[in-house]
Antibody, heavy 121, light 107 residues
Framework: EVHLVESGGNLVQPGGSLRLSCAAS????????MNWVRQAPGKGLEWVSYMSSSGTTYYADSVKGRFTISRDNAKSSLSLQMDRLTAEDTAVYFC???????????????WGQGTLVTVSS | DIQMTQSPSFVSASVGDSVTITCRAS??????LGWYQQKAGEAPKLLIS???TLESGVPSRFAGGGSGTHFTLTITSLQPEDSGAYFC?????????FGQGTRLHIK
């Protein structure tokens, strides 16, 4: 069974940094593209970042230059380094796996339960 | 960026009823459209990919349709457990974008 567990969420002051982690199990992590998606309290879903199995990365404009996605295939782990945080970054952050679909389609077929990041003074 | 617009934002229906949620993309996304269900306090769950392909384990009362810029999610014979929020997502290009969501209330 696919299992994704996020950790690292916390209360942080504006301008601060935080590193989120996602531990994956139940599948061959190195074969799958991964994503971070966030959801501000009471709001909708916002895609944040993507990393392919081969290391290609993409970021939402709202986080570009401040957030860095990375992965450790040996540890089946995905990370998100978040710097220069603002109140607008307050959200639950989900780790999500891209569906295994050769030829396209960035659908997210497995999600963790999320970790809450609160940016406030 | 491709903007995804869902309607309605909220719908209330009774057990056994049918509802249809619409999702429009600001640019064509072919059939690269997914639907997600999110129950309160839970992570989203992928229901439908490729506009109309039901994911494993999803009841057949869920059906997706459309292509290009206009998509629908229809839920027939509503059940109490269908309550929650539904989001469409274009899966064609980055940045990936979601609709603002439709909240379904079961009376």
């Amino acid at each position: 069974e696919v299992h994704l567990v996020e950790s690292g969420g916390n209360l942080v002051q504006p301008g601060g940094s935080l590193r989120l982690s996602c531990a994956a199990s139940g599948f061959t992590f190195s074969r799958f593209d991964m994503n971070w998606v966030r959801q501000a309290p009471g709001k909708g879903l916002e895609w944040v970042s993507y990393m392919s199995s081969s290391g290609t990365t993409y970021y939402a404009d709202s986080v570009k230059g401040r957030f860095t996605i990375s992965r450790d295939n040996a540890k089946s782990s995905l990370s998100l380094q978040m710097d220069r945080l603002t109140a607008e970054d307050t959200a639950v952050y989900f780790c999500a796996r891209r569906i295994e679909e050769p030829g396209g389609g960035y659908f997210l077929d497995s999600w963790g339960q999320g970790t809450l990041v609160t940016v406030s003074s | 960026d491709i903007q995804m617009t869902q309607s309605p934002s909220f719908v209330s229906a009774s057990v056994g009823d049918s509802v249809t949620i619409t999702c429009r993309a600001s640019q064509g996304v072919l059939a690269w459209l997914g639907w997600y269900q999110q129950k309160a306090g839970e992570a989203p769950k992928l229901l439908i990919s490729r506009a109309s392909t039901l994911e494993s384990g999803v009841p057949s009362r869920f059906a997706g349709g459309g292509s290009g810029t206009h998509f629908t999610l229809t839920i027939t014979s509503l059940q109490p457990e269908d309550s929650g929020a539904y989001f469409c997502q274009q899966a064609n290009v980055f940045p990936l974008t979601f609709g603002q969501g439709t909240r379904l209330h079961i009376k």
